[in-house]
């Protein structure tokens, strides 16, 4: 029963703000769908916003924690897209179920995108920033192309797919985000997960604490793949065809972009980023028609542009304070004593850091731990 | 048992026609204080670079406490029980006190539990991250860093930077402990605190320390014995008093 109660004594709101923040989310736009007022484009969306979200935490976990710059990212997706839809093409012959079809194909995308990222991983261990995500971007040009010119996956054409009910994928979708969001989250906040971002921060001294870096990059990247492949079922059962030319590198850089935003190694800005993104993207294309199509990419690039600005400039430093969630919640909570804001979490704001850390990572579930046994004392 | 914890024969590196060290041999007894000193530029890091596995020695080889670690990449020297401190600090310093620590105990086998179990959160998991953690407690103790364990590591001042780092590399449970410098950048009142330390340590873990220090009232304040390199050949080597008091020695020192 000891388990429970470590579970029971560590759990607080603050760490689970991406999964309340998530399950919120589904359930409303659940009852939304039931009550009609989503027409079948905005239902289409979540989807989208869904693979797009794991697509953008997966690659946090390689840019953000790992700190290793991978622009391949899509041609994990794409693997996972085009092996798991055949494999479901296969399956939905003799299986029933759509359900578990879609299940059994996801797993399967994900395990050859987890291949992959292993052999990906191999040249990373020995290649350093600029030349890793050279040979990424190389990597996520090949496999697309090879999937173009491979007859049995429709070549030019695309893959044909049976596309999941709209109306029920997005649930799948956000079931999906949900679970990646518990195992990377898990991962990060426990040793191995310090292991991993004591690589980044410096990886000779990490070497030097006998952490087998080459174990972890290599892990690192096959499960950020694993969960490419996993995006790339849900894309395949969004859309058909999979067609080779929606993996290309500006998507890889658009997830990046997604990351970016939000904040590297920030899991929580992560979803955000990936669920605006695409809800820009998507409102632009559903907007602007005819010769106004052309400017969509600009809007894009100046919203980008605004959004990166404020986030860093030091102009818009106090503005940001003022604005920030953290100042809004401050607004209804009594100020802190000081002997109960030492927790390690309450001065990560402190620091004026390129990589902005968040709450996920500061955040150790033995400092938790920790309080509590102080608290039941 | 070996006769010595640590013991290198002929040990040298070569950088292209450069012989930065050479056919240095160290033995140092299992619990002694071992002090390297030397002029700037005489081959002290280097020393430590090749023990650590971070160069490869050219000629020679080591052995710690018996085994040949000769070869073996840095990790797996660190796992066999050499753990080190920086010239300049190499901490974690995005992460906070406790947790560079806790990188250090790391590969300790008692705190054994898989990615999967931690991305599941089995039992496992809630058990030894709550161990890892009392022990990171102990070892921040020893240093006074207990009070900042939540600070980051990039806010503490130099001199418990330098702390840090110890503890942090004693947290990996090594055999022989190289301090790099360690009380360099610490006012006086540090560095006799840091001696009390280091004693501290010696005494109570059992452990064998060789360090580099310029501070020659720290070197013969604490050392047992010393090995004075220059140019990257032994000068002298022995008793600290009889080694640091060698007209060789002084004449590398002061210059004439």
């Known amino acids: ?377 | 048992m070996a006769e010595y914890m640590l013991e290198t024969q002929n040990l040298g590196i070569q950088f292209g026609g450069l012989k930065a060290v050479q056919d240095v041999n160290l033995k140092i007894k299992k619990n002694e204080l071992y002090g390297l000193v030397g002029p700037n530029g005489a081959g002290k890091t280097t020393v430590f670079n090749m023990l650590t596995g971070v160069y490869q020695p050219t000629t020679g080889t080591f052995f710690l406490d018996g085994e040949e670690l000769k070869g073996m990449t840095q990790e797996a020297i660190n796992r066999k029980g050499i753990a080190r401190t920086f010239q300049n600090i190499r901490l974690f310093n995005n992460m906070s006190v406790i947790r560079n620590v806790l990188v250090g105990l790391h590969n300790q086998p008692e705190y054994k539990y898989s990615p999967a179990s931690a991305m599941l959160r089995t039992p496992a998991f809630y058990e030894n991250e709550k161990k890892m953690r009392e022990r990171a407690k102990e070892i921040l103790r020893i240093f006074d860093l207990e009070e900042e364990r939540n600070n980051l590591a990039c806010n503490l001042p130099y001199g418990k930077q330098r702390k840090l780092e110890i503890a942090r590399a004693l947290a990996t449970n090594p055999k022989l402990l190289l301090l790099d410098e360690p009380a360099a950048g610490m006012n006086p009142n540090e560095t006799a605190e840091l001696m009390d330390q280091i004693k501290f340590i010696r005494d109570n873990f059992d452990m064998t320390i060789l360090l580099i220090e310029h501070d020659m009232k720290f070197v013969s304040g604490l050392c047992d014995e010393v090995t004075v390199l220059n140019f990257g050949t032994t000068l002298a080597q022995g008793d600290t008093q009889t080694a640091l008091n060698d007209p060789e020695v002084i004449k590398a020192y002061i210059g004439g």
């Open chain 1, 1 to 377: 029963m000891s388990y429970f109660k470590n579970i029971k004594s560590t759990f607080k709101v603050k760490n689970h703000v991406n999964y309340i923040g998530v399950v919120a989310f589904l359930v409303l736009m659940i009852i939304l769908t039931s009550t009609g007022v989503l027409s079948r484009s905005s239902i289409g969306l979540l989807s989208r916003i869904a693979y797009s979200i794991v697509m953008a935490v997966s690659l946090n976990l390689v840019v953000g924690f790992l700190g290793e710059l991978s622009l391949g990212h899509a041609g994990f997706m794409c693997v996972g897209a085009y092996i798991g839809c055949s494999v479901g093409n296969i399956l939905s012959q003799s299986i029933d179920s759509s359900l578990l079809v879609i299940i059994i194909s996801m797993l399967v995308g994900g395990i050859c995108a987890a291949f992959f990222g292993f052999i990906i991983g191999l040249p990373a261990l020995r290649l350093k920033g600029d030349y890793l995500a050279i040979v990424t971007l190389a990597f996520g040009e090949i496999v697309r192309n090879v999937f173009k010119n491979l007859p049995y996956f429709g070549g030019a054409m695309g893959l044909n797919t049976r596309p999941y009910n709209t109306k029920e994928l997005y649930i799948i979708g956000f079931v999906v985000v949900l679970i990646v969001l518990v195992l990377i989250q898990n991962l990060i906040r426990s040793k191995h997960g310090r292991a991993i971002t004591a690589i980044r921060d410096n990886e000779i001294a990490a070497k030097a604490m006998g952490i087998n870096v080459t174990f972890y990059k290599l892990f690192v990247f096959i499960i950020a793949a694993f969960f490419a492949g996993v995006a790339g079922v849900l894309y395949g059962n969004f859309t058909t065809p999979v067609l080779y030319t929606f993996f290309s590198y500006n998507y890889s850089i658009e997830i990046l972009v997604m990351v970016v935003l939000g904040g590297m190694g920030n899991i929580t800005g992560s979803i955000l980023a990936a669920t605006l993104i695409t809800f820009v993207n998507f409102e632009l294309q559903s907007n602007l028609s005819g010769d106004l199509a052309a400017l969509r990419l600009l809007i894009y690039a100046l919203i980008l542009i605004i959004v990166v600005l404020f986030n860093n400039a030091p102009a818009f430093k106090n503005i940001r304070a003022k604005f920030s969630v953290a100042a809004l919640l401050s607004k209804f909570q009594k100020p802190k004593k000081p002997e109960d804001v030492s927790d390690d979490s309450a001065k990560w704001d402190v620091i004026e850091s390129k990589i902005s850390m968040n709450e996920v990572l500061s955040v150790d579930i033995t400092d938790e731990i920790a309080k509590a046994e102080k608290e039941g004392k």
